[in-house]
Nanobody, 115 residues
């Protein structure tokens, strides 16, 4: 059983930064992809940043240039550095990983951008 545990959410003012971290219970090398999604009430979960083995990092247009996804293979973590945060970035952020066609999700962490 794979477990993903997020941390690092919270309240930040517009223009500020947060770093989210996702700790996996097994080597991240074993996953086809590791990603960050976000969801707001009444909307579908959307892909924010994705890291795949052959392609590297990809980002939603809305976060390009502001967010960076990174992996630490020694700690089995996938981080999301979020800079220049805006109120529209407010959401629950979920870590996701896929292995052999099976999707694994973390419990989510709330990010609120407000003055």
């Amino acid at each position: 059983q794979v477990q993903l545990v997020e941390s690092g959410g919270g309240l930040v003012q517009p223009g500020g930064s947060l770093r989210l971290s996702c700790a996996a219970s097994r080597s991240i090398f074993s996953f086809t992809s590791t990603d960050w999604f976000r969801q707001t009430p009444g909307k579908e979960r959307e892909l924010v940043a994705q890291f795949t083995a052959p392609s590297g990092a990809n980002y939603a247009d809305s976060v390009k240039g502001r967010f960076t996804i990174s992996r630490d293979n020694t700690k089995n973590t996938v981080d999301l550095q979020m800079n220049s945060l805006q109120p529209e970035d407010t959401a629950v952020y979920y870590c996701h990983a896929q292995r052999f066609g099976i999707n694994y999700w973390g419990q989510g962490t709330q990010v609120t951008v407000s003055s």
